[in-house]
């Protein structure tokens, strides 16, 4: 009786509280929108913005909510300037000359090209932060490899998919409005967000380890072969054209593991308040000198494919990048837009309130949980599932005794990466089998293989078995 007397105090509708009621309401209308009506997912996350400041009454914080991601938070700065970096790399060939370095040196194996899909894809992950984006990029070298060297279509498609929506996970994006709406359940924490984003990462290399895993069975099984040798650079060759491109990652990397293992040392000579903006600042100084780096190492590329490189040309391919930066950004400022209408009327509070109540265990929860943005991920956008279930699945793990920082930092691999690997949505998949020319249910069968794995490893890596090695 005891642990149901949170649940006597809670306004009810039926079974739910209200605010449960209030997140199946904005659920059912962005379905609508988004499955039966066809709407962009961005404009889909704007009205259903405004249907949850109408829902809940909070009419008057209307102005309040829609500013708060470009004035009460730098992370969308962070992502939009991240999603510019993905563009001007794809304009300066750095992937190409980076896929080719990983070709020399696994295209001789057994499935060599499915390394190369995975390790590559992985590599970009870090930087660009999209799924079907890295299909789109990586994909035209690796999919017809991996035909070529025995892979069936339906394979090479779901392979390219699989690794790609790494992207999620790995990259800026999504998974750091996971942090904002961390970082606003738990202010006292004082997470850092160079730390945070390591654990994205650390995630994600447990899911290149699962796939990995995946890859070696299915080659086995289907009997693939490597890459035959006329077909695959000299490793000498493509380190001399292409060692300019590893040095991309490590510009990446160095800035925010200092960020995070010497907050310490920040902290001791800027103050708390310093060092979080430090770690702010340190990611925007790191997407300016990557795009910069990008740009002068990728200048011959650009002469050729735009006709000359110049400050014309430059501000051009910014211009032109707003064609693509500008729906994901959308889509990601009103996902953190509504999941600040979430805070306001606590809905985490309740969810977590309820989920307790039901006596769920650690291992209950993530399966239920799992298994449930699973499902929505066939027919829903990771940003819908942050959005409208971020806080929730959050604050319920952390009722059942999981730390809240590590459900944020696996919560993109079972939204984001989940959403477009899982058919019938399945963007990454549809790219891949674009580009693959396979057919819609052999394929969509072979993904399941994937997402069987996807599911096993988010499960192992909630319950710890997995580790992730730091904390927030």
């Given at each position: 009786m005891a642990m149901l007397a949170p649940l006597l105090n809670m306004t009810m509708i039926g079974?739910?509280?209200?605010?449960?009621?209030?997140?199946?309401?904005?659920?059912?209308?962005?379905?609508?929108?988004?499955?039966?009506?066809?709407?962009?997912?961005?404009?889909?996350?704007?009205?259903?913005?405004?249907?949850?400041?109408v829902m809940t009454g909070k009419y008057n914080l209307f102005f309040k909510h829609l500013v708060f991601p470009a004035t009460q938070s730098n992370l969308f700065y962070i992502i939009v300037s991240f999603l510019a970096l993905a563009y001007i790399l794809e304009k300066t060939k750095v992937v190409e000359k980076l896929i080719r370095i990983i070709l020399a040196i696994f295209g001789g194996l057994p499935g060599g090209a499915g390394y190369v899909a995975l390790f590559g894809s992985a590599a970009l992950a870090t930087m660009t932060g999209t799924g079907p984006g890295n299909v789109a990029a990586t994909g035209v070298f690796t999919i017809p490899a991996m035909i070529k060297s025995g892979f069936s279509r339906e394979l090479a498609a779901t392979t390219e998919a699989s690794c790609s929506m790494l992207g999620n996970q790995m990259g800026p994006g999504l998974n750091l409005v996971g942090f904002g709406i961390l970082?606003?359940?738990?202010?006292?924490?004082?997470?850092?967000?160079?730390?945070?984003?390591?654990?994205?990462?650390?995630?994600?290399?447990?899911?290149?380890?699962?796939?990995?895993?995946?890859?070696?069975?299915?080659?086995?099984?289907?009997?693939?072969?490597?890459?035959?040798?006329?077909?695959?650079?000299?490793?000498?060759?493509?380190?001399?054209?292409?060692?300019?491109?590893?040095?991309?990652?490590?510009?990446?990397?160095?800035?925010?593991?200092?960020?995070?293992?010497?907050?310490?040392?920040?902290?001791?000579?800027?103050?708390?308040?310093?060092?979080?903006?430090?770690?702010?600042?340190?990611?925007?100084?790191?997407?300016?000198?990557?795009?910069?780096?990008?740009?002068?190492?990728?200048?011959k590329k650009i002469a050729e494919s735009e006709g000359a490189f110049n400050v014309k040309v430059v501000y051009n391919m910014?211009?032109?990048?707003?064609?693509?930066?500008?729906?994901?950004?959308?889509?990601?400022?009103?996902?953190?837009?509504?999941?600040?209408v979430f805070k306001e009327v606590a809905m985490a509070d309740a969810m977590q309130t309820w989920v307790t109540g039901l006596g769920l265990s650690k291992l209950g929860w993530t399966i239920v949980v799992v298994l449930f943005t699973g499902i929505l991920g066939m027919v829903l956008p990771g940003s819908s599932q942050v959005a409208l279930l971020g806080g929730a699945i959050i604050s319920t793990g952390a009722a059942v005794g999981i730390d809240p920082f590590l459900v944020a930092a696996v919560m993109p691999a079972i939204t984001g990466?989940?959403?477009?690997?899982?058919?019938?949505?399945?963007?990454?998949?549809?790219?891949?089998?674009?580009?693959?020319?396979?057919?819609?249910?052999?394929?969509?069968?072979?993904?399941?293989?994937?997402?069987?794995?996807?599911?096993?490893?988010?499960?192992?890596?909630?319950?710890?078995?997995?580790?992730?090695?730091?904390?927030?």
């Open positions: 079974p739910l509280p209200i605010e449960v009621f209030y997140l199946i309401l904005v659920l059912a209308f962005v379905m609508l929108l988004f499955i039966l009506f066809k709407r962009p997912i961005y404009e889909t996350m704007f009205l259903a913005f405004c249907f949850s400041v970082a606003g359940l738990y202010p006292a924490a004082n997470y850092n967000l160079a730390t945070f984003w390591i654990a994205l990462w650390i995630v994600g290399g447990w899911l290149v380890v699962q796939r990995l895993i995946t890859l070696i069975i299915l080659c086995k099984r289907e009997g693939v072969k490597p890459i035959p040798r006329e077909e695959r650079p000299r490793f000498r060759e493509a380190l001399k054209n292409g060692w300019d491109s590893l040095l991309l990652p490590l510009i990446i990397l160095f800035p925010i593991i200092f960020s995070s293992q010497a907050s310490g040392f920040i902290q001791a000579r800027l103050g708390v308040d310093g060092e979080a903006a430090f770690s702010s600042i340190v990611l925007m100084f790191t997407v300016g000198v990557c795009t910069v780096y990008a740009l002068i190492t990728g200048r910014f211009k032109n990048s707003l064609r693509t930066v500008v729906p994901v950004g959308a889509t990601i400022y009103f996902a953190y837009a509504m999941s600040n990466v989940m959403e477009g690997m899982t058919p019938p949505l399945a963007l990454a998949m549809f790219t891949g089998m674009g580009i693959a020319k396979s057919e819609f249910w052999p394929t969509a069968k072979k993904q399941y293989i994937w997402v069987l794995g996807n599911i096993i490893a988010t499960i192992l890596l909630f319950m710890g078995i997995l580790p992730i090695f730091i904390k927030g």
